[in-house]
């Protein structure tokens, strides 16, 4: 099973998965934690190009681009190797990230930005997604308050931004009801974590 965490920066979807990585491992799923934009060495390169502070003359198009190169060197070397050996994989974004923030924020369109992303997975599309609901000012408060997690180009952009990422991943999780499970990150840690295993666990079941 292929499961993607979504949402807004700061919605906490990183620390809330670690909870339920580990109950699942104790009902003795085999799980593979990954990242996008990395998870890979080539990956990991790519990431460090399009989240550089320094890198604000980034066409829209580029970085676009760039996120779908990523995707598809992970998914080559990660992603489809483990989902072909029968384990569980997690992975913080995946393509939705790509809709929302560059098709969406950046106005390039959701419809375009998924056609390069579908050629770049060849139609792989996660088994689950959750989105890890929270207003932009929360979660960019928590960012603030968080002096050990890396802040990136994206952090810096302004609120406007944020507002229509949020606006898009909850346009989508309506397009695609079946693959959608929306969490409300603004609840406490527990509840979320809560929540999150809940849902993974009503989708293996399934």
Request: charged content about 30%.
């Amino acid at each position: 099973m292929f499961i993607t965490l979504e949402g807004p920066e700061g919605s906490g979807k990183t620390t809330a998965v670690e909870a339920a990585v580990k109950a699942l491992q104790d009902k003795g799923y085999q799980i593979v934690r990954t990242r996008e934009p990395g998870g890979t060495p080539i990956s990991e390169e790519i990431r460090n190009v399009i989240l550089d502070k320094k890198n604000t003359a980034m066409d829209p198009r580029t970085e676009a681009l760039l996120y779908a190169a990523s995707r598809r060197q992970h998914l080559v070397e990660k992603v489809w190797p483990a989902l072909k050996e029968g384990k569980i994989v997690i992975c913080d974004r995946y393509l939705d990230s790509s809709l929302a923030y560059q098709g969406g924020a950046r106005g390039l369109g959701v419809d375009n930005v998924l056609n390069i992303n579908l050629f770049a997975t060849e139609n792989t599309w996660p088994d689950l997604t959750l989105l890890f609901d929270i207003k932009p000012e929360e979660g960019l408060k928590r960012i603030a308050s968080n002096s050990s997690r890396e802040v990136n180009r994206l952090d810096l952009e302004k609120i406007e931004f944020h507002n229509k990422v949020r606006e898009t991943f909850l346009m989508l999780a309506k397009r695609y009801p079946d693959r959608f499970v929306i969490i409300d990150a603004s609840k406490s840690r527990e509840e979320v974590a809560k929540a999150t295993l809940d849902a993974i666990l009503n989708r293996l079941c399934k």
